[in-house]
């Protein structure tokens, strides 16, 4: 049971999702691993199109690493709320993961 146990905690810590697909909940597992895509996704979308904005003001010129996350910060301010429920979603799933209720249907 221990090693059992050690695996879902890796694939829960991989991507929240997996540990629920290894238990058998097949449902759950890719809920949690569609809404991970989406946020990952949004936030991936969010700091393109701000950096983007930037670079096109910046034409030729250098930007440096400070510049873009400013740009970032200021443009998106609910690109933080992105991150959050990542944060919370996957703390969920490594919880829930290695929780000992068998909540699927074998």
Known sequence: MGNKIKCVALSALVLPGLGQLYRGSRVKGGVMILLDNVFILGGLFIAMRSAGKLMLAARGGGVDAEQVLASIQTD????????????????YGVVDAISDKEDHIN
């Open 76 to 91: 998106s301010p609910y690109a933080k709320w992105l991150l959050v429920g990542f944060l919370l979603l996957w703390v």
